[in-house]
């Protein structure tokens, strides 16, 4: 990669890993279901009515804005606020690269190779790591959403690869609006009237703002043009660096430590999802990224390829 296009796949990795700060943040103000219906909304609009049709069946941008955006970002929303540290959620997050290569065998038939086999059970082991604190100073609700979350990314991004969108970015914007518009009930029923909003601060702003504009759009944006530019296996392992800025961010801006078996748990976890994407990239089949995307015979262009941010 050009030395300018090196730095930009570090920095979107560093604007991901941050962002689990702006997430803290906003959690402090906003309950779980009302965050992410005013995320995605602040996503999808105006951008919506600018950049025309998704240019796919609309049932792939159902599922995947009713998947992604309701599903899994609710979970990991009631997970960081249930007691999720900020910075191991980043880590855990990246289970979703594992669960995709399942969901893929299951739905789409796609037969994983041996070492994306391996990359599972070593990312599955470290998962069985960071659970063994649960029940004492990990809340067991918190880890079991964490699950549910990656679980729901899994197959969010087999509809990715399902749908074979050819503009990632407009699929997106297209998808978070059919997110908004559900979130905003579901808040209401469970949570009550928007009250919240009239609470926000500068700085709680500033962090919706932060998680909406930067991490997803932006953010998304120029991983998307990278992978167009080299091959999804040349960038998608920038994603690992995620983990590293949340756990360094987290614990240089809100004092998280790491527990020894988190930092165990998590490298295992990394190393799993590195070591089947390694070795996917150099063969025909199923190639996962670390960031969850998944491509077949198309390592330049596609949706399937892309993360969704954090």
Known sequence: MKPRDLVLAVLVAAIWGVNFIALHVVLEVLPPLLFNAVRFGLVAFPAVLFIG??????RWVLGYGLTLGVVKFSLLYWALNAGMPPGLASVLLQAQAGF?????????????????LTGLGVAVAGMAVVAVRVGTSLPPLAFALMVGAAIAWGTANVITRKSA??????FLIWASGVATVPLF?????????PVELADLRWIDAGALVYT??????VG???WGTLIRKYTAGTVAPFSMLVPFFGLASTA?????????????????????VLWGARKAASSPGLAVSPAGGSSSQQPRTGAAAQPAAP
């Open 53 to 58: 049709w998704p240019q796919v069946a609309w």
């Open 220 to 222: 998304f944006a120029i």
């Open 185 to 193: 009930v579901l808040s209401f029923v469970f949570e009550g009237p």
């Open 252 to 272: 240089l801006f809100l004092g998280e430590r790491p527990y020894p078996t988190d930092l165990l748990g998590g490298a295992l976890v990394v190393a799993g």
């Open 165 to 170: 969108a050819p503009d990632a970015l407009r």
């Open 100 to 116: 995709t290569i399942v969901i893929a065998f299951l739905a789409l038939r796609e037969r994983p190779s041996r070492a994306q």
């Open 212 to 217: 909406s504009g930067l991490s997803m759009v």
